[in-house]
């Protein structure tokens, strides 16, 4: 849970932040959310903070959704499906918003098409955007460079990976959007993660040198404190390979 809602959290990124303080109350002085209808500018700018709120929501709902029920698979239809679970997310909860925000200001608010309208604009927006050839060359040369372990996660992984953690016949991989599980040996794992420079820390437990932010220590014991806030036990046999190596 705390995996996940950190990177409920990243969606919600400085730009986005300071993009919104400008171009929402913009949006609330121009538009009105529906046609025939006259809100008040407060009112404006809780519908248009939430339909944005909504979308960054809905669109993390939906990969977590999916990550969860294929990540496991060769799954090819990804873009439809997330298409799909973003729409069926996205419909009732504006259409709730909507109902209170409308209600609140003595209306009536309007019929289901109408929000329909609204969520079908929006998944299409979502499916153009991700269909949309926009790596650039820079973009092709990072990915050619990434860790080979990188291709055993979903086709839209855009993160990093932070740690790897044995579980019986499988490896956790801790990324900044989530947790994936794959079938491997823990020793190929963490070489697929070349060229990427990390340590293990344990014999169960391997982390990104980057993803480390600072060390705790808690009864006697050390662990490490990565970027997503998770701490990692640092066992006696590896200590001082992490310190001659100045990770700790």
């Not at 959290?9 to 121009?30: D, H, N």
């Not at 996205?90 to 608010?109: D, E, R």
């Amino acid at each position: 849970m705390p995996n996940k809602l950190s990177s409920l959290v990243a969606e919600f990124t400085m730009r986005r932040v300071v993009a919104g303080a400008i171009f929402l109350p913009l949006m609330a002085i121009a538009f009105q959310p529906f046609q025939n209808m006259d809100l008040s500018f407060s009112l404006r700018l809780i519908f248009w903070t939430g339909v944005t709120a909504l979308a960054l929501g809905v669109t993390w709902a939906a990969r977590q959704l999916l990550k969860k029920w294929f990540a496991e698979t060769s799954f090819t239809g990804w873009d439809l499906a997330f298409t799909f679970v973003a729409f069926a997310l996205f419909v009732p909860s504006l259409w709730l918003m909507t109902l209170l925000v409308f209600s609140a200001g003595g209306q009536q608010a309007p019929d289901v098409l109408s929000v329909v309208s609204y969520g079908a604009l929006f998944t299409t927006g979502l499916l153009i955007i991700r269909r949309a050839p926009v790596q650039s060359a820079t973009d092709h040369d990072i990915s050619r460079f990434a860790p080979r372990l990188y291709r055993r996660l979903p086709q839209e992984f855009t993160g990093q990976v932070l740690r790897l953690a044995v579980r019986d016949h499988s490896v956790d991989v801790v990324t900044t959007e989530g947790l994936f599980t794959i079938r491997s040996r823990f020793t190929d794992a963490i070489a697929e993660m070349e060229p990427e420079r990390g340590h293990c820390t344990h014999r169960s437990h391997w982390v990104v040198d980057a993803a480390v932010t600072g060390i705790e220590k808690s009864h006697g014991k050390t662990f490490l404190r990565l970027t997503n806030g998770e701490l990692v036990p640092v066992s006696r046999k590896y200590k001082p390979i992490l310190e001659k190596d100045g990770v700790i």
